[in-house]
């Protein structure tokens, strides 16, 4: 069905036949304790990205038998879902800024190394032996730093702004709708 913006909401519209649909068929909890369906998850995750971030997200559901659904449960269980995605990727940021600060401090060694690497070269080495050997090593060192400035700089960006996107889920309305 799509999304749509409507008086300041962004609305993402699911049509299912029946509630089951929108839940891990394999997991054995109660249907309020499962997973979304990774297809049902997926359909609203690409809707909310396409969504203006500064709007409110409504799910609205088109049911076929409405009348026998709990809407409450079935909006906690989305809800849910989603919060626990969002603490999910909060943990994975919280990992790679400590993977950062590990990375970080062997960059820093391996550039502490290669300047006094560089400087005993210069004082062992002649001229054109040291330059070069010098040179590569403040090379080697600065290479060794890619992967922390990477890291600080950029790869924690997209878990950012993934989280955001599932805290905006956890807090979505969820509306039940009968159809024919």
């Known amino acids: 069905m799509?999304?749509?913006?409507?008086?300041?909401?962004?609305?993402?519209?699911?049509?299912?036949r029946q509630i089951a649909q929108l839940f891990e068929s394999l997991d054995p909890s109660p249907f309020h304790e499962r997973d979304l369906?990774?297809?049902?998850a997926a359909y609203i995750l690409d809707w909310a990205r396409?969504?203006?971030r500064d709007r409110p997200i409504v799910i609205r559901i088109h049911?076929?038998?409405?009348?026998?659904?709990?809407?409450?449960e079935l909006a906690a269980a989305i809800r849910g879902y989603f919060a626990e995605e969002a603490e999910a990727v909060r943990r994975d940021l919280r990992e790679l800024f400590a993977m950062g600060?590990?990375?970080?401090?062997?960059?820093?060694?391996?550039l502490a190394l290669a300047i006094l690497g560089g400087n005993l070269a210069r004082a062992v080495f002649a001229p054109p032996l040291s330059a070069l050997m010098q040179e590569g090593?403040?090379?080697?060192?600065?290479?060794?730093?890619?992967?922390?400035l990477e890291t600080f700089l950029y790869d924690w960006l997209p878990l950012r702004r993934r989280r955001r996107l599932f805290g905006r889920?956890?807090?979505?309305?969820?509306?039940l709708v009968e159809t024919a």
């Open 2 to 16: 799509g999304a749509r913006e409507r008086e300041g909401e962004a609305v993402i519209e699911l049509r299912i």
């Open 37 to 40: 369906d990774a297809a049902a």
């Open 50 to 52: 396409e969504l203006p």
């Open 63 to 72: 049911l076929v038998d409405a009348a026998t659904a709990r809407p409450e």
């Open 101 to 110: 600060r590990l990375y970080l401090a062997v960059g820093v060694a391996a």
């Open 137 to 148: 090593l403040i090379i080697l060192g600065w290479v060794a730093n890619w992967k922390p």
């Open 169 to 175: 889920l956890a807090r979505a309305r969820i509306e």
